[in-house]
């Protein structure tokens, strides 16, 4: 056993449970000082409950902490933050209507005489943006900035509070491959100037590229802790899964039929005149996957909302089949469902499902007026409990309880559960948004190869992903938006993260630069 002084961090018999859930087993972990350890696993695995536990809004039930060697047991966030530890959430903790600077000093003001302390945290802040590359206009609100630079606000806002280990949560999720890149840089110089900074991330590509060690959890436990120069992705997959992985999708080339979703000019002016998507064209043909690329926030979620019936196009149109929908003949999502139109939403809190209904009441969400699951004017209940049975075997959803409700399974199954119930109505045209966000790396192998069943059967998949892994990996097509606008198309055999990463900053090569819908050829 190493000493203790070598150690940021040690967890040994950390034990937490809600309930029958038993989210944390006897969890062992020790992180080296001044280095970047990553932490993977499955959804459900008990990395976020960890973490939680490290930074003060859980208690374990048992075991033992040390920070910096010494024990440690916070009641709440602000212990963790007096002990040097700081935590960059996956949804930023920012108020969009301050600062950068208003940011940062919210909640430690250091004192009554606001106009002093604003003016000591700009000073310490110009040093630290400058000693780490973070480099933010520190007098900008935030609702002004870039997702890649509201990162840099919450990292600045730990280091401000004088973090000696920073915890990440899905850093990347919504930056560019270049944005990513920049963070990394920033990472292994906050390393190398004596930061510890902990990585939860699914991307294992990235626990490659960036960290020094690290541990893999199953199923609440601790299975292993290797150093990132001796494993591969495919020993990392077969640990947080406990079997072998296809990391790669096998798929023919697609064959293409007729256009089943057609756009054309397609326009969308919200409630305060800010065009979100502008003049979009394009085809998505029986038989193949378009993908759509684009930093979170550039108009792809609204374009997913206007094909999907929740909003209505201010002008263009599009086509479902034989069905047109216009501001002049507008339709709902019921009615886009009936056309043959299936839709698994970005957000599936928000409009995937409803938390308090159990499973198989959430199985049926807007399809629950079919016949087959009515008998008469009474719902079939046999037939929707069996259903939602045997679909939740099927697409692996833990624990497979019908009766369970929604918000007791964890962000990965219900993922399951949303696309399970889209894809299994069989829709013609499939639009998919961010299919593989919060899910392990095993759901994520088998929810792909359905995506591509659904092409090979010679449905139409629009799908829209912040993870061009993914859109390369699915996409026969793919469609880049920046700013509203489809800027680019190119197809998937001559696409790479490089090209792609330029067109999604709207640097975009002539030959690349879209067709309208009617000259998209299949």
Not at 44 to 67: C, R
Not at 236 to 250: I, N, P, S, T
Not at 447 to 473: F, N, T
Request: glycine share 10%.
């Amino acid at each position: 056993m190493e000493q203790t002084a070598h150690f940021a961090i040690e967890l040994s018999g950390i034990d937490k449970r809600f309930g029958e859930v038993h989210a944390n087993r006897h969890i062992d972990l020790q992180v080296r000082k001044g280095s970047i350890h990553g932490i993977v696993g499955e959804n459900g695995a008990g990395k976020s409950t960890l973490m939680s536990i490290i930074y003060g809004f859980y208690h374990a039930d048992s075991g033992q902490m040390l920070i910096d060697g010494q024990p440690f047991r916070p009641h709440g966030s602000q212990d963790a933050i007096t002990a040097g530890i700081g935590m960059v959430h996956q949804h930023f903790m920012l108020v969009n209507n301050f600062t950068v600077l208003e940011n940062v000093i919210l909640g430690a003001e250091g004192g009554w005489h606001l106009g002093r302390s604003m003016a000591s945290a700009e000073k310490m802040l110009k040093e630290l943006a400058s000693r780490y590359g973070l480099e933010v206009p520190l007098h900008e609100r935030i609702e002004n900035l870039p997702v890649g630079l509201q990162q840099r606000v919450e990292i600045l806002k730990a280091l401000y509070r004088q973090a000696k280990i920073l915890i990440l949560d899905e850093p990347t999720g919504v930056l560019t491959p270049q944005e990513a890149d920049h963070l990394f840089e920033i990472l292994r110089k906050l390393r190398d100037q004596g930061t510890t900074v902990i990585l939860i991330t699914h991307k294992l590509r990235e626990i490659l590229a960036i960290t020094d060690q690290v541990s893999i959890m199953r199923r609440g436990e601790m299975v292993a802790h290797v150093a990132t120069a001796d494993t591969n992705k495919e020993e990392l997959a077969e640990l947080m899964v406990g079997r072998k992985v296809r990391l790669k999708v096998d798929k023919q080339a697609a064959q293409p039929g007729p256009a089943l979703l057609q756009t054309r000019q397609l326009t969308y002016v919200d409630a305060a005149g800010v065009t979100r998507v502008k003049a979009a064209s394009f085809a998505v043909h029986a038989g193949e996957v378009v993908g759509i690329a684009g930093v979170s926030g550039n108009g792809q979620s609204e374009l997913l909302s206007l094909l999907g019936g929740i909003l209505q196009p201010t002008s263009g149109e599009f086509t479902i089949g034989s069905h047109l929908v216009s501001a002049d003949s507008p339709a709902d999502p019921r009615k886009v469902r009936h056309y043959g139109l299936g839709h698994v939403p970005e957000d599936r809190h928000k409009m995937g499902l409803i938390n308090r209904f159990e499973a198989q009441e959430a199985y049926i969400l807007g399809y629950h007026d079919r016949a087959l699951y009515n008998r008469g004017l009474l719902q079939d209940k046999a037939t929707i409990l069996a259903e939602c049975q045997d679909k939740m075997t099927k697409w692996d959803v833990r624990p497979p309880i019908p009766t369970l409700k929604t918000a007791n399974f964890s962000g990965g199954n219900q993922q399951k559960l949303v696309i399970a119930r889209e894809v299994e109505q069989d829709p013609d045209v499939l639009l998919i948004g961010q299919p593989t966000r919060g899910v392990d790396i095993g759901a994520i192998e088998y929810i792909h190869q359905q995506v591509i069943a659904m092409r090979d059967k010679g449905k139409a998949v629009l799908l829209v992903s912040v993870e061009l892994d993914e859109i390369l990996s699915l996409a026969d097509r793919i469609l880049v938006m920046a700013d509203g606008a489809i800027v680019g198309e190119v197809s998937a055999a001559e696409a790479d993260e490089r090209t792609l990463g330029l067109m999604m900053a709207n640097i975009v090569p002539e030959h690349l630069q879209p067709t309208t819908a009617a000259e998209t050829t299949p």
